[in-house]
């Protein structure tokens, strides 16, 4: 017994900037600030989507689901850094950072194939537009989203199923905000080679795979773009894209950088960084992205507040 308990104790000590005491407070607001926009802007993006007869396209079929998954992705670890950050308890519970690491692990590979699905909506509608509606259902899409998370779901519980069994030897402190594959893999106390291998391989698969189809989207998608007659039509093709292609190059960024590269001890700060950006700053900005960029929803947001004055006044 004392053996399993030294293997896999009860808490872990998240690290963090902890070395940096005096980040905790700006890093608490500035996460605080972003946790609230980004519940704020995905929500906003998810009832316009729903609630407004024109945006029923696949395109903000699609769009909602990505609110949707960035809502969970990041409710899955900011709360728990604000409880740390907040106050001297920096703790975790082994059943909680478990079940953060399969959780985390599963959202993060199921956005990666959803940017790919999205990458190919849009091939579709600009390359195929007479035959959008048909080519892409409604069956379509809820076979494409849950292809998306199925993958997500498999690939989690193999890479944390693996990282879950390696033994601790009584090591607590997890040099991290919150519970992370790639951390957790360095606090055993056996080699991990063959767990490191198999993360950065799946890893490029899932990465390199979604972000292939997308590069060959985007360069049919130029092509036809080129053709348009009208600068109006081009514009709007464009503003449409540049936005999915935005987002795609917030999230993938970091991911390469932190999934496919080896493991080195020296740029764990830059690692905590980037992950702190793609698993916060990402979801806060998409939704501004989308608005900004789109006509469409700008005017479906307008017309869900003005609602929601007129229903208030009554």
């Known amino acids: 017994m004392k053996h399993v308990n030294e293997s896999f104790p009860e808490n872990f000590i998240l690290m963090g900037f902890t070395k940096y005491p005096w980040l905790d407070l700006p890093l608490f607001f500035g996460l605080l600030m972003s946790y609230m926009f980004t519940l704020l802007g995905n929500i906003a993006i998810i009832l316009a989507s729903q609630l407004d007869s024109q945006l029923q396209s696949p395109m903000y079929f699609f769009l909602t689901s990505l609110s949707f998954l960035d809502l969970c992705f990041t409710?899955?670890?900011?709360?728990?850094?604000?409880?740390?950050?907040?106050?001297p308890n920096k703790s975790i519970t082994y059943v909680g950072c478990m079940t953060q690491a399969y959780v985390f692990h599963w959202l993060g590979c199921t956005e990666c194939v959803l940017l790919g699905i999205m990458a190919l909506d849009r091939y579709v509608a600009v390359c195929k537009p007479l035959r959008y509606s048909v080519i892409m259902d409604h069956k379509l899409c809820l076979q494409l989203s849950s292809t998306a998370w199925l993958i997500g779901l498999g690939n989690s519980l193999l890479q944390s199923t693996?990282?879950?069994?390696?033994?601790?030897?009584?090591?607590q402190e997890l040099d991290h905000f919150f519970c992370e594959l790639p951390g957790l893999i360095k606090m055993a106390c056996v080699?991990?080679?063959?767990?490191?291998?198999?993360?950065?391989?799946?890893?490029?698969?899932?990465?390199?795979g979604p972000l292939s189809m997308i590069l060959a989207s985007y360069s049919y998608i130029a092509k036809a773009v080129f053709q348009i007659p009208s600068a109006d039509g081009k514009l709007k093709a464009f503003n449409t894209c540049s936005s999915h292609l935005l987002v795609v190059s917030l999230f993938y960024g970091p991911g390469i950088y932190i999934y496919m590269q080896p493991s080195v001890d020296g740029r764990q700060d830059v690692t905590k960084v980037l992950t702190l950006f793609y698993c916060v700053i990402t979801p806060m900005a998409n939704p501004f992205i989308y608005t900004l960029r789109n006509k469409d929803v700008k005017g479906a947001l307008m017309r869900l507040l003005r609602r929601a004055i007129s229903s208030k006044r009554i």
């Open 75 to 87: 409710t899955t670890t900011v709360p728990q850094m604000l409880f740390n950050l907040g106050g």
């Open 191 to 208: 080699d991990t080679t063959v767990n490191e291998l198999t993360l950065a391989v799946v890893a490029t698969f899932l990465i390199m």
């Open 162 to 171: 693996l990282t879950v069994q390696l033994p601790l030897c009584g090591n």
